[in-house]
């Protein structure tokens, strides 16, 4: 099945449902011939939390975020390592480093740095880390510590971005991650679905997501969050059926990316696992930023009880 048209694309998000098994089954053809039969598992840990500049409209560390989260500039570099042994240990893929905010001193990339060059040289785990908008320099610096891929999502449509976030812009995210590319860095870009958005804006977000050619491709289903500005968004339409229509065009639309169901996955696609990873093929475990999930152990026996395995990169 081609995807070459957003005509297309919005067919496959409005097929019927007794539709779905069918495109399940197209979809994990081309996520075999790619991905094989394995799941890799990633696990984030939130270097630095709240106090974030920005007015995301969904994240609990926003600028005009009321939720109950702990805030703190650095986590405790044991925490970082004990993380980064758990990932070595398990056999998991990669470690996923988040820290709030959008821009950085140098004095601060300079401290990370250490702190990733330190952890990459105890652990010798691969290195993701969400880090807002960076400069050339500071991104060469981080580069040089040993992170060898960024994630930085693009969240929703274009069109739609306005109306999520207003203190930064669309064309600054495109900007930062053609910059990356530029440099060498891998890169982790997708998007969060429920927050008002319509069909044709997850088609959008997806062709322009298509346009990056990321290695991987988040797609998180939204959880309100108590104290954020969409806590009280309606997300009876984030039905199974909807949310595995969205991986399944993901996996289309990209297919050779790992395409990974976020935030939200516990909560959306419960049960339904073995139908989500005929797309999917990455997974998080033990929680997001201000989140939680399934255990590690939990995780692995999801995948494993689903027929698939899991693995390192």
Do not use: W
């Amino acid at each position: 099945m081609t995807v070459d048209s957003r005509e297309k694309a919005l067919s496959i998000l409005e097929l019927k449902d007794n539709e779905l098994p069918e495109l399940l089954d197209i979809v994990y053809s081309i996520r075999k011939k790619y991905k094989g039969n394995k799941v890799n598992v990633q696990l984030l840990t939130n270097f630095r939390s709240g106090n974030c500049s920005q007015n995301c409209a969904y994240c609990a560390q926003s600028s005009n975020s009321k939720a109950d989260i702990e805030k703190y500039k650095s986590v405790l570099f044991e925490k970082l390592l004990k993380n980064g042994y758990i990932i070595r240990e398990k056999n998991l893929a990669r470690h996923c480093i988040g820290l709030s905010g959008i821009r950085f001193s140098d004095a601060e990339i300079d401290d990370f740095a250490v702190k990733i060059r330190k952890l990459k040289n105890e652990t010798q785990t691969a290195i993701c880390c969400s880090i807002g908008l960076l400069t050339p320099e500071q991104a060469k610096k981080l580069k040089d510590a040993g992170i060898e891929r960024i994630n930085h999502n693009l969240n929703t449509s274009e069109k739609f971005y306005p109306n999520i976030c207003t203190t930064h812009t669309y064309k600054e995210r495109i900007d930062n991650i053609k910059m990356l590319q530029g440099i060498g860095f891998e890169i982790c870009c997708g998007g969060i679905i429920g927050l008002g958005e319509d069909k044709n804006d997850v088609v959008d977000m997806l062709f322009s997501i298509k346009e990056i050619n990321p290695q991987a491709v988040p797609i998180n289903f939204l959880i309100p969050i108590k104290g954020t500005p969409l806590e009280k968004s309606d997300t009876s339409h984030l039905t199974a059926e909807y949310c595995l229509k969205i991986l399944c065009l993901a996996r289309l639309l990209l297919p050779k990316s790992d395409i990974r169901c976020a935030a939200g996955r516990e909560v959306y696609l419960k049960d339904r696992e073995k139908e989500m990873f005929c797309a999917v093929d990455s997974i998080f475990a033990s929680g997001y930023l201000t989140t939680d999930g399934e255990s590690i152990e939990e995780t692995i026996k999801i995948i494993k009880d689903a027929g698939f395995e899991y693995d390192i990169e």
